[in-house]
């Protein structure tokens, strides 16, 4: 007997713990206990073989009622099931420099098309819902807003020989790290602080005045973020922002551009730069670097709100929509 929905897992095949992959990896966790679900994983950790491994998943999704694809843009849609996707962001259409060559030529092409057929559309942010409402000829029912959780440990309290700043992500040109890397020069405050980035090298290079470590698992990403001065986020665009609420879990507050989906995650506590102005950055630097501030217990409160459970329960919610149409 056919579970009723297919879930494609591929992406925990690599191993990674990127966004896209940590949604992923925590749906899987959570959803075969709440719904009668399929997660095909592939096995094999070859980015290339694992995108051309949507033409071989059809036949595994024989027999089920809903199917979602939470990451990968599917190449072929099985038009006779219902079909879920996940938009992340739109990086590809509002920021088309910043991406990988992948993402420039396969990713965008087949999320065109992926978009167009599938029934329904989960967005973590209102600021992508909004964003694929404005650019695609596509109903308000049809994109639904499930917000991610964090699955952080909560960090151990630790001194640090020497206090420092946090940032977190990808190391890529979305992020936005020459422009930090001026700021962090311009503030004076490299005798005083390290500052320390955390993240999967992609297609950029870290500035020599940011040291690249590496988190080894959940603990020491929750060990880093706890004991940091504040967590710095400085990206172009975002979809989510999940360092921020991993951050905020911690009690630790943030440094983060106005880009308007990490803005929906910010609280009072926390110190929002403008993109366009250098200076805007350098003060939130300065600011923290006077001051060592621990998140009060209602901003506490409403970053713990967030779990993946409660968004794996969410989706499930999904999944049935289409399943009792």
Known sequence: MNNQVWFDARSLSRGYTTGWERYVRELAKYLPSLIDITLWRPNTP??????????????????????????YPPALINK????????????????????SFLGKNYYKKNMDK??????????PSKSVKNEILNKFNITFEKVIQITHGNSLPLGVISIPSKPYFLSIGTVEPRKNLNFYSKAIDKSNLLRDFDFYHVGRIGWGRVPPNLKQINA?????????????????????????????????????????????????????????FDL??????????????????????????????????????????????????
């Open 114 to 123: 992926a978009i167009a057929a599938a029934d329904l559309i989960i967005v």
């Open 276 to 325: 366009n102005n250098l200076d805007s950055l350098i003060q939130s630097l300065l600011y923290f670097s006077s001051n060592k501030i621990i998140l009060n217990e209602p901003n506490l409160m409403e970053a713990r709100k967030m779990t993946w459970l409660k968004s794996a329960q969410n989706h499930v919610e999904a999944y049935q929509r289409l399943v009792n149409e």
């Open 46 to 71: 070859n980015r290339l073989s694992l995108i051309l491994s949507d033409y071989r998943s059809q036949k595994s999704q024989k027999g089920h009622k809903v199917i979602h694809y939470p990451t």
């Open 80 to 99: 006779s099931i219902k079909t879920i996707l996940t938009v992340h962001d739109l990086t590809w259409w509002t920021y088309p420099e910043t991406s």
């Open 216 to 272: 080894k698992n959940d603990q020491d990403l929750a060990n880093l973020i706890k004991n940091a001065q504040a967590v710095v986020i400085t990206s172009k665009y975002e979809g989510f922002g999940l360092p921020v609420l991993e951050s905020h879990v911690q009690g630790v507050p943030v440094i983060m551009s106005n880009v308007e989906a990490l803005i929906e995650l910010s609280n009072n506590q926390d110190q929002i």
